[in-house]
């Protein structure tokens, strides 16, 4: 289109002050009225009002203008807006630029009225440069598979298949352990409701295999991964548990098996069998035998006869799913040998005081010997300060406060004293309340300075835990209890493998980050790949579900319809002017682009719009400029640097 022909309406927004208190809006729209293309040119108090969007509507129709301009607050909040009012005025929506004139300008130069009016003129005219070298776009369709896939199957992945089954979808759950449940089934009682970690899990599997369009799968993984929102195409390998029978069928016999190996439920405080059933109440009911850990096969095999079966081989399934939930949690942080006293005897991890309190029906006993006074030490692997190149956790876990003060109530109704080794005590919201009754109760809290943690030592048959206690100007306390406990935070599973598969990112804490914590808090930049639970940031089980049913809700908006509209910002190659160099492809970390043999031309690189996210890696890497991206071309970025360059005049 050429210039004679463009008519552009630009309207600059007051926010109701909170762009006009700051930037001199009436100047903004003096200095661009004369750039080529304009023709209406207005100040308005809110653009995102009815009234203003109708304006712009009339203009649009009487002006018979074919670009428009709006400069307001972030695109992030109402870019989408006005796109829809252009086309009701029926123009195509991408002839349409946002310009952020709040948060980029007024509310980032709040010294400076005259730098901001000058800044914001600067923003507009780029703006105006962009809509004048804009051409018409149209979203990408594509069709949508209705079934959507859940990594890991603790309580994060169960609430999100469970949602996602009961809106008709086909869900596939795939949890890397032999067991559903992932950490809530190791918890003795969680707060805020006392239940047992394992009936929560209950309840929910008992409830999932009901429904008939969830496939489970457990002792699986993902082992290849392809495709786009819409359209994922997943292998699932699925390994064998060599047991044939229901646990209540060889319960007896595996009995007669020697204790082997340390029972990672149970956090390594009492061994297992190679034959295993973790808890009671563990879904699904058919133990699993270790081979890996299996010494003596031909014992197993006499045993057990047909209930074993040493020939099964792994599986492969393959799916087709249109979006993705990863759900695959945390790990307790395991403290180092001699951290805060931890492999002394009598000094255990949070998770495992669980253990211990379960094992003992409530009871706390450690190697049969009674216990009268514990200590948690709390912040333990949280809140660490960077000092060298290793690697820390500078976070707050944010459960365990709360999990701590949970666990030391229930021990004080025993008659159990209790100290509170703490930095600061971060019992947010309603769990406030337990911080008190602990108060209450009589438990101790002494305050300790992150460079002079306690020290713990052995003294006779009891602990010494020695602390400066800032709460009374530092005074030396010794203590003397039975047990430690070190109230340990969570980090971040690891899982490279499938990180590599699915090239969703993480954040600085290492956790899977999303794409924007208050407008796309479950999403991830891989469209149709979403996050749920622990494996985002540490998370109690209440905030763990929200979680994934907000996720489960996401995938659910994608995976119902029969096509999905993506955004047409992608890539896009002109053959005639590609020299293959490949560097596109090298770049690219999408893999979306793909060498393709074009009629009369032959191969040059051709762009998958799907797996495009519009990153434009690829663009900046082209040595012939072949490749660019559709609604921000090189000639429009050119047009903008040059708009926003020229002198200002106020
Ligand atoms: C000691 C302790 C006490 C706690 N107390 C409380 C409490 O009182 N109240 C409360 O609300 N919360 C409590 N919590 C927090 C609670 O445990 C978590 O909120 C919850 O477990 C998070 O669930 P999740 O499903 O996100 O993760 P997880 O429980 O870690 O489950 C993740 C699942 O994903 C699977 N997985 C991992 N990788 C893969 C893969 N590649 N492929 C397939 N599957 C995979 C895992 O095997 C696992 O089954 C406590 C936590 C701890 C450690």
Redesign the pocket.
């Known amino acids: 289109m050429s210039e004679e022909e463009l008519r552009i309406g630009v309207y600059v927004c007051h926010c109701g002050g909170n762009i006009s208190d700051y930037v001199d809006v009436k100047k903004v729209v003096e200095a661009i009225k004369g750039e080529p293309g304009v023709v209406v040119a207005k100040d308005v108090m809110f653009a995102c009002s009815d009234s203003s969007q109708n304006e712009i509507i009339n203009d649009v129709k009487e002006h018979n203008l074919n670009r428009v301009v709006v400069a307001s607050c972030s695109p992030k909040l109402h870019e989408l807006t006005f796109r829809e009012t252009v086309k009701r005025a029926g123009l195509n929506p991408y002839l349409y630029y946002h310009a952020n004139i709040r948060e980029h300008v007024s509310w980032a130069h709040t010294d400076t009225r005259e730098g901001a009016t000058e800044k914001a003129i600067r923003h507009v005219r780029a703006a105006i440069a962009y809509v004048r070298n804009a051409k018409p776009l149209e979203p990408i369709r594509q069709k949508t598979m209705h079934a959507v896939l859940v ?8 609430r999100a298949a469970l949602d996602l089954s009961r809106t008709g979808l086909n869900v596939y759950l ?4 032999p067991f ?5 089934p190791q ?1 003795y ?4 409701d006392g239940r047992r ?1 394992a009936d929560i899990v209950k309840d929910l599997v008992s409830e999932l295999i009901k429904r008939d369009n969830v496939a489970i799968y457990t002792n ?3 082992k290849s991964f392809s495709g786009y929102i819409g359209n994922f195409e997943v292998e699932v390998e699925i390994k064998p548990r060599y047991i044939k029978v229901p646990y209540d069928e060889i319960k007896e016999k595996i009995k007669e098996l020697p204790d082997e190996i340390p029972d990672e439920f149970n956090y390594g405080l009492t061994k297992r069998k190679v034959i295993y059933y973790p808890y009671e109440g563990a879904f699904p009911r058919i133990p699993v035998l270790d081979l890996d850990h299996c010494s003596d096969v031909e014992t197993i095999k006499e045993l057990l006869g047909d209930a074993v079966d040493l020939e099964q081989k792994p599986e492969t399934v393959k799916l087709k799913v249109g979006a993705v939930i990863v ?6 942080y395991e403290p180092k040998e001699g951290e805060f006293g931890y492999g002394r005897q009598g000094v255990v ?3 495992q005081l ?1 253990r211990l309190m379960d094992l003992g029906n409530g009871e706390l006993k450690l190697n049969g010997r009674e216990i009268r006074d514990v200590a948690f030490v709390y912040c333990v692997g949280s809140r660490q300060k960077k000092s060298s190149e290793e690697e820390v956790n500078e976070y707050c876990s944010r ?2 406060c ?2 701590a003060m ?2 030391s109530s229930l021990l004080m109704e025993q008659g159990i004293r209790t100290y509170h080794i703490f930095r600061d005590i971060r019992t947010y919201g309603r769990h406030e309340r337990m911080y008190d009754e602990v108060s209450r109760k009589g438990g101790i809290f002494i305050k300790y300075n992150e460079d002079e943690p306690p020290e713990i030592e052995e003294e006779g048959d009891k602990l010494l835990l020695k602390v400066k206690d800032l709460l009374t100007a530092g005074e030396h306390l010794e203590i003397p209890v039975d047990l430690v406990v070190l109230v ?1 935070g ?1 980090v971040p ?1 690891k ?1 490279p ?2 990180d590599e598969l699915l090239r969703i990112s993480r954040g600085r804490d290492r956790f899977y980050v999303e794409v924007h914590p208050k407008l796309r808090p479950v999403e991830t930049s891989i469209g149709g790949i979403f996050i ?4 985002q940031a540490p ?6 579900l929200s979680s ?1 049913s907000a996720a489960a809700s996401k995938a659910a908006t994608v995976t119902l319809r029969d096509v999905i509209e993506l955004e047409p910002f992608k890539a896009e190659v002109d053959p005639n002017i590609c020299d293959l160099s490949k560097k596109c492809i090298e770049i690219c970390p999408y893999e979306a682009i793909e060498i393709k043999n074009y009629e009369g031309i032959g191969e040059k690189a051709w762009v998958n719009k799907a797996k495009c996210m519009g990153c434009g890696a690829c663009v900046a890497v082209c040595p012939t400029e072949a490749i660019q991206l559709n609604g921000l071309t090189n000639e429009q970025i050119r047009a903008m640097i040059e708009a926003a360059g020229k002198e200002v005049i106020i």
């Open positions: 990594i890991g199957g603790g309580i994060a992945g169960l795939v949890e890397r352990s559903l449940g992932g950490r809530t918890l009682r969680v707060y805020p970690g699986a993984e993902i759900a695959t949690g945390f790990d307790p991890t949070l998770p669980h459960y365990c709360n999990a949970y666990i340990t969570m599973r899982t493998e499938l749920a639970g622990a494996c998370r109690d089980i209440c905030e763990t994934a």
